[in-house]
């Protein structure tokens, strides 16, 4: 079990008209599709703790406030194969209660099966955690996981 529960288990993205967007306890993850041959030179990206801004060649793609908060630091933007701008935005709430519904305020908002699919995830990506010997990257949860499934942590060892 030595890579990551998300490279084991697999991503559940939230398509949007410019690439997706999709999250672990930790981190969320946004992928930008731009023109090939695209240089880091034309892209201009501002990451803060509450609000996000891209553009590529003076076009802006992406701008607004975030969901939830991130640390401002931690963010970082990298362009791929000149086609790809990948950003990874480190949350300041890590539970897995915080599900983001959204990736901004009121936009790019993952549809209700996604986000179903994206709790159920960060469940058991807290399980996993919780749990280091054992391996839920193929689990199946039902019922209740909503902000972030039963809390067992006052039950006696």
């Known amino acids: ?21 999709y999250q672990t306890l930790e981190e969320v993850f946004i992928e ?4 090939p041959g695209t240089r880091a030179k034309d892209v201009r990206c501002r990451l803060q703790s509450q609000r996000l801004a891209l553009s590529v060649q003076g076009q802006d793609l992406l701008q607004g406030k975030l969901f939830d908060s991130t640390i401002a630091d931690e963010g970082t933007w990298t362009l ?37 699919q994206m ?7 807290r399980f996993q955690k919780e749990n280091p010997g054992f391996d839920f990257s193929g689990a199946e949860i039902s ?9 067992f942590s006052s039950l006696e060892n």
């Open 143 to 151: 019922g209740n996981y909503s902000k972030g499934g039963p809390d």
């Open 119 to 125: 709790q159920r995830k960060l469940t058991l990506e």
């Open 1 to 21: 079990m030595s890579a990551p529960f998300e490279e084991r288990s697999g991503v559940v993205p939230c398509a949007t008209p410019w690439g997706c967007w």
């Open 80 to 116: 791929e194969d000149r086609k790809l701008i990948r950003i990874i935005l480190t949350k300041t709430n890590r539970d897995a209660g915080n599900c983001w519904a959204s990736l901004l305020e009121n936009e790019y908002a993952a549809d209700p099966w996604v986000q179903d």
């Open 32 to 35: 930008v599709q731009v023109p």
